[in-house]
């Protein structure tokens, strides 16, 4: 096992940092009304359409 990783430790270690960078990134950007993006995005538009004095969009 110490061999394993004295061999193929950078290895390891630059595909879990990978995975992690792929994780974090789902969270934040993600795909549907949950994620951090979408939310912050979907408010600019409704201030925007708020401050603006029109009908918000549905």
């Known amino acids: 096992m110490d061999e394993i ?10 595909v879990l940092a990978i ?5 974090i990134m789902k969270i934040v950007i ?3 009304d949950t994620s951090i993006v979408y939310k ?3 408010d600019l ?6 401050s603006a004095g029109g009908v918000l969009p549905k």
């Open 40 to 42: 912050a995005f979907a």
């Open 19 to 23: 995975l992690a960078v792929i994780v």
């Open 5 to 14: 990783f004295k061999q193929y430790g950078s290895t390891i270690i630059t």
């Open 45 to 50: 538009i409704n201030h925007f359409y708020e």
């Open 30 to 32: 993600g795909d549907s």
